[in-house]
């Protein structure tokens, strides 16, 4: 009976949890995003190939709330900017499980920290509004073509 509402709990969930990581009070060179995940890729698998670095403070890999896979990137915290640094400069293009890993310092400003249907009043009222605009529109439309045909009757009485 909840499915919906569940699933979007999930999702809202997830959301807050990576906006979490981004948004932290941590240094945010210490953050980096993994993507090109192939679907083996784990946090275990994603924590063995990262460590070798440096110490991690934690690792996310998002997932779909639905199916519970995950959408092919992640996220690695390091406790050192230089850790970091140095992670990017070596597995920046490197293979993990056959895919190429793009690897650099996560941005912020790239995840809102609000749910996808936060704008949705906005939109709607936007929608409404254009639909009123065609509306007004198309009676004009109706009532000059009206009027047309009653000229052109008239002119036929004649």
């Known amino acids: ?6 699933g979007l709990l999930s999702l809202y969930r997830m959301m807050n949890s990576v906006t979490d990581i981004l948004n932290s009070s941590a240094n945010p060179k210490t953050i980096l995003y993994i993507g090109g995940l192939d679907e083996q890729a784990d946090e275990h698998s994603l924590t063995g190939a990262f460590t070798p670095f440096g ?10 709330p639905s199916t519970k896979k995950h959408r092919g990137f992640g996220f690695v ?5 230089d850790d970091a640094r140095e992670a990017v400069d070596n597995m920046h293009e490197s293979e993990l499980f056959g895919r190429l890993l793009k690897v ?13 249907w936060s704008d949705a009043d ?3 009222n936007r929608l409404a509004s254009d639909s009123k605009e065609v509306d007004s529109s198309i009676q004009h439309e109706l009532h000059k073509a009206a009027q ?6 008239v002119r036929i009485m004649e």
Do not use: C
Request: no cysteine; charged share 25%.
């Open 1 to 6: 009976t909840w499915g919906p509402l569940n």
């Open 55 to 64: 110490p991690l403070v934690q690792v996310l890999i998002p997932r779909d």
């Open 77 to 81: 915290e390091y406790e050192d900017p």
């Open 104 to 116: 650099n310092v996560a941005k912020p400003s790239a995840i809102k920290a609000q749910a996808v």
């Open 122 to 124: 906005k939109w709607y």
């Open 148 to 153: 047309g045909e009653e000229e052109s009757s």
